[in-house]
């Protein structure tokens, strides 16, 4: 496939169908007038799948790659997974549609850490927990309290 650079935008979608639809915590698409995109190559290969709401995606029949989301509100448009270049679209994913979708197990930009014997993996660390107040009324030995 093959877009006229720059693409128009590009943006991070949290929603549910394209998390569903991508099998990540939200995809990244880029998108563009269908003027100016083509099919190179594989175009027999093509699948197309057509939703309750009437957008269409398209995904490789071969390994099931998703290639192309469509709305049936905007049919001059082509939305393409952002994965899918390999080089530059000449535009960055600045926006960000349907966040209050996002799944609560997505990550958030929290601080992460080097993870010890794992080159290359980060994690975030437990948030410490609160010391809790002792309850009135127990005896200092239950509180915890020396």
């Not at 935008?9 to 949290?14: G, I, N, S, T, V």
């Not at 393409?80 to 679209?89: A, C, L």
């Not at 994690?123 to 107040?133: D, E, G, N, T």
Request: contains cysteine.
């Amino acid at each position: 496939m093959e877009i006229a650079y720059p693409a128009f935008w590009a943006w991070h979608d949290h929603s549910e169908a394209s998390r569903r639809a991508q099998g990540c915590a939200c995809a990244t698409y880029v998108g563009t007038w269908r003027s100016r995109f083509r099919v190179v190559k594989g175009a027999k290969g093509i699948r197309h799948y057509k939703d309750k709401q009437g957008a269409t995606r398209t995904f490789c029949g071969a390994c099931g790659t998703p290639l192309t989301y469509e709305r049936a509100s905007a049919p001059k448009w082509v939305n393409i997974p952002r994965g899918i270049f390999e080089t530059r679209t000449g535009r960055e994913p600045r926006y960000h549609l349907h966040i209050e979708e996002a799944p609560e197990w997505a990550y958030r930009g929290e601080p992460l850490a080097p993870l010890k014997g794992y080159p290359g993996v980060l994690w975030q660390r437990p948030r410490r927990k609160k010391a809790r107040s002792p309850l009135p009324g127990l005896p200092q030995e239950v509180r915890g309290v020396p």
